[in-house]
């Protein structure tokens, strides 16, 4: 063999109770190469990852990974020993102390010692040398919380290199980046190349591939679907290959009639409330009629979070834009108003946003309707109990009693406590961020059969899903998002999963 | 169902009540058998309770200020700068105002004393949760204040406050007679709302539970405050402040889980973003908490006042810490979202039979203090190795 193989992943399978993660991948890496990993979200790229850095042991997949020719075996969650061996990771989240300077960072944990007290002169020293031989434009005795995205990630790619890193993992490095810092990147992505660092870059951008990779590798539902020189492929060819399914039988039949348009957003512009420099919504625009599901499509970091937890009055602050409800501008400030205007928000993360775990199922499903219940001295704990009860057989919860609490129920059964309690507030408008997420086939089934039958009874849904089949399966439309404004609105009869990719990455507006 | 796996359902789910109330047995009994009888003898029984009322009125509000994943620090001096307050207007100021009218001056002090505490939290509250400046920080702050407040009225003198009337507020005893009829209308009450609560139970459908078992469970409730009532009865009658504070946690008890104030207070504690997505006014809840925290701490410095007699310089000195370990010995979790005001009141019972105790048994207060903070870690420590095995 001509080339030089650094990395060899070989027949890997990954399985999680009820779920196939990675299903026989094998991956070549080759050494000082640039390699793209690209597939949609949950193909398998996390998990990939995850075993390469330890977080998954060996010993959990099936399969064998060699490294520079010998077996990988990392011990449990031992990203310690990842990095050890050359192996580092970019993470989407930096890893960070802020308040440390760059030097201190960069050398967290393996100080230079001189009679047992840290050697500063030699820190700064070598953290310049790192610095400088990569071309990484940062100050070392500077603050890092003072820094830039754009440079922070420098100073955790230069982390990265002082452990010498042979083997550079870059998850999504480019999405909070501003074009000029992603210019900047491309060049120390160069910069590493010429070095001879190996690097495996992950994005969702599908334009940076053919600007920095020498191979892409594509993954799909687990698998891997080919692997190639990029100059193979062309925009169109990696979308097809990202997405080319048939669609199953796994969505039930609707006799949904949509009516007249009751809810119009057009043009809402909005910054991110913690850094109000940034723009997380550009121009998003879109309908809503009585009686439709309208699906929101898009990558991570499209906005579609962001624009549904803005209109519920939780997130973004608006610049300009109007949202209106029955042809009425509507000023949503808080949850409460959002709810009092009939709107609610099944919200994205479901432990961490829609429950309060220690607690029974009944305040879970009350929690948000209280008022119903009770006056200023008492809450009538028998009405609300009834009216929980109700709500659960419709939905058909499956729990011992009601008193029990929401941790012990399966992930299906939390989220429909979660839909449980939206539901209860009667809402004209549900919104649902990704309400079949980390949910088994089953309950995924009847989540969508309670969908069809609110729709029909006249509650309109916006549904945002980060899986396309899901997305085509239970629309009447489909708004894509592409970088915080509406990229394009498609009807269900024409829409396909190649022609959702298209917008959402940009290729065809 | 039948009615043994209801019971044993039953015990499961209240498991740490019983352990703790167990444990308060336990001590019981040991300091009995240490003070050849004297321990549980009707006469240091009453004074067990009265000694543990000014903190454990504290306690009843703390119990919510750490469920939402606060803390207050400044709740013991709170408490003492309400007393030396309360005494100074009996001692300089009533007296020119109404002269010779003992009642009024004790009911004018008493309201002063509710609206100052009230007025301090108000102001605490609003720096927490309005200005987003941490609890820790600004009742820290605020117990240097007040530290200080007490020495500025006091000027470093003791301050009588010993009023007819006003004395009885935690000095006085109900007439052992009165004590019966409190009694017949707690126990009366108890089963009144059994029947009430079966009856709405049926009304809406739900399964009704085991009438042996409601019965069972009512009648040994009653028998609590019954035995009680006898042993009280034997020495002076009802202690006033226990009284008091009974009142209190009832109330206490009730807003923590029948009101929607209280409902959030949890649910605030146990997810922050779920209950802000739920349409709950966080910052407005936390206030109240805090505000509801300084009205107790009002409550709490005139029953110490009244207590001890006088308005003193030290007033309140460490009643904060005392009160928080109340809360967590009774199961108050400080990462926030749980604990039972019932709970509180067993930890502070607890936390005060050590100390009457170990006074009875002429054991050092040094070694009151290591025994004391050595049986709080020891608790904690137990429940966190049962949790973990569970």
Redesign the interface.
Same mark, same amino acid.
């Given at each position: 063999m001509a080339d030089d193989i650094i990395l060899d992943i070989r027949n890997v399978t990954k399985k999680f109770p009820g779920i196939v993660a990675l299903s026989d991948v094998s991956i070549q890496i080759q050494r000082g190469k640039i390699h793209g990993l690209c597939g949609e979200n949950g193909a398998g790229k996390s998990t990939l990852m995850k075993i390469l850095s330890g977080v998954y042991p060996y010993g959990s997949y099936e399969g064998t990974i060699l490294y520079e020719n010998r077996e990988l075996k990392l011990e449990d969650r031992s990203i310690r020993q990842a990095i050890e061996e050359g192996i580092a990771i970019v993470y989407q989240e930096l890893t960070l102390v802020p308040g440390m300077t760059v030097g201190e960072n960069i050398f967290l944990g393996k100080e230079p010692m001189e009679n047992g007290v840290i050697d500063w002169d030699k820190l700064y020293a070598e953290t310049r040398q790192i610095l400088e031989k990569y071309k990484l434009d940062v100050p070392p005795h500077a603050i890092v919380k003072n820094l830039g995205v754009g440079k922070m990630q420098m100073v955790e790619i230069a982390k990265a290199l002082s452990e010498n890193a042979k083997i550079l993992i870059l998850d999504e490095p480019t999405s909070a980046l501003s074009k000029a810092e992603i210019d900047k990147l491309m060049a120390i992505l160069e910069t590493l190349r010429e070095h001879g660092v190996t690097c495996i870059y992950i994005t969702h951008k599908l334009e940076e591939f053919f600007r920095i990779t020498d191979n892409v590798t594509i993954l799909r539902d687990g698998k891997t679907i080919i692997t190639e020189p990029t100059h193979v492929f062309n925009l169109e060819k990696l979308v097809k290959y990202m997405v080319g399914r048939e669609m199953k039988e796994r969505f039930p039949p609707n006799k949904r009639q949509p009516g007249e348009v009751i809810f119009q957003v057009e043009n809402l512009v909005a910054n991110d409330p913690n850094d109000t420099g940034r723009k997380i919504l550009n121009g998003a625009s879109f309908d809503l009629r009585k009686g439709e599901i309208l699906g929101i499509a898009g990558l991570m970091g499209s906005g579609r979070t962001e624009l549904v937890t803005t209109i519920?009055g939780?997130y973004g602050n608006i610049i300009s834009g109007t949202v209106m409800l029955n042809g009425r501008p509507l000023n949503i400030k808080? @949850? =409460?108003d959002?709810?009092s205007n009939g709107i609610s +928000?099944v919200?994205e993360d479901r432990k961490?946003?829609? +429950?309060?775990?220690?607690?029974p199922i009944l =305040?879970n499903i009350s929690? @948000?309707n +209280?008022?119903q219940f009770?006056s200023?001295? =008492?809450?009538d704990?028998? @009405?609300e109990? @009834?009216a929980s009860?109700q709500q659960s057989k419709n939905l058909a919860i499956k729990a011992s009693n009601l008193?029990a609490r929401v941790d012990s129920l399966s992930g299906g059964n939390q989220q429909k406590v979660v839909i449980a309690?939206w539901l209860l507030t009667n809402p004209q408008i549900l919104i649902m961020d990704d309400p079949t997420r980390g949910v088994d086939v089953g309950a995924k089934f009847e989540i969508y059969k309670l969908m069809n039958e609110l729709a029909e009874k006249g509650v309109s849904i916006i549904m945002i899903s980060s899986e396309l089949e899901e997305v085509i399966g239970m629309s009447d439309r489909i708004m894509v998002m592409h970088q915080g404004h509406t990229g394009g609105i498609l009807d269900v009869k024409d829409a396909t999963q190649e022609k959702i990719m298209a917008i959402a990455t940009g290729i065809e507006a | 169902m039948n009615p043994s796996f209801d019971l044993k359902k039953r015990f499961s789910?209240n498991i740490q009540t019983y352990t703790l109330l167990l444990a308060m047995l336990a001590v019981w009994v040991l300091f009995n058998v240490l003070t050849n009888g004297f321990y549980l003898s009707p006469q240091n029984f009453s004074n067990l309770f009265r000694q543990m009322t000014v903190t454990s009125f504290l306690a009843t509000g703390m119990v919510l200020v750490i469920v939402t994943g606060n803390i207050d620090l400044s709740v013991g001096k709170l408490a003492g700068f309400v007393s030396v307050v309360v005494a100074y207007l009996q001692a300089n100021v009533w007296n020119s105002i109404f002269p010779g009218q003992p009642l009024v001056a004790a009911a004018l002090s008493v309201s002063v004393g509710l609206i100052v505490g009230a007025l301090f939290g108000v102001l605490q509250g609003y720096i927490i949760s309005y200005m987003r400046v941490p609890a820790f920080i600004v009742t820290l702050g605020g117990m240097f204040v007040l530290r200080g407040g007490i020495l500025i009225i006091t000027q470093g003198k003791t301050i009588p406050a010993n009023q007819p009337g006003f004395d009885q507020i935690a000095q006085g005893y109900l007439p052992p007679s009165i004590g019966w009829v409190v009694a017949a209308l707690v126990v009366a009450l108890l089963f009144f709302n059994m029947v009430r609560s079966r009856a /709405?139970?049926a009304?809406?459908?739900?399964s009704v539970p085991n009438i042996y078992l409601d019965v069972l469970g009512t009648l040994f409730f009653s028998a609590l405050v019954v035995i009680y009532v006898a042993i009280v009865n034997y020495y002076n009658g009802v202690q006033v402040p226990v009284l008091l504070l009974a009142v209190t946690a009832l109330i206490m008890t009730y807003i923590s889980s029948?009101? /929607?104030f209280g /409902?959030?207070a949890? $649910?605030i504690g146990?997810?922050r973003? $779920? $209950? /802000?997505?739920?349409?709950?006014?966080i910052k407005r809840n936390v206030f109240m908490v805090f505000v509801l925290m300084g009205f107790l701490c009002g409550v709490a410095g005139v029953v110490l006042a009244s207590y001890v007699g006088y308005g003193t310089t030290a007033a309140g000195e460490g009643y904060e810490l005392d009160a928080i370990a109340a809360c967590i010995l009774g199961g108050t979790s400080t990462l926030g979202?749980?604990g039972t005001i019932f709970g509180a009141m067993i930890g502070g019972l607890i936390m005060a039979s050590l100390t009457n105790g170990l006074q009875m048994l002429n054991v050092p207060a040094a070694y009151q203090y290591v025994v004391k903070g050595a049986v709080l870690i020891l608790a904690v420590a137990i429940d966190m190795y049962f949790k973990k095995n569970r």
């Open positions: 519920f939780e808080s @949850a =409460r959002a709810m +928000l919200p961490g946003q829609g +429950l309060v775990l220690i607690q =305040r929690l @948000a +209280l008022d009770a200023f001295f =008492r809450i704990q028998d @009405a109990l @009834a009860t008193h309690k | 789910e /709405r139970k009304q809406y459908g739900f029948n009101t /929607r /409902r959030y949890y $649910a146990g997810n973003e $779920a $209950a /802000r997505l739920s349409g709950i006014n979202g749980v």
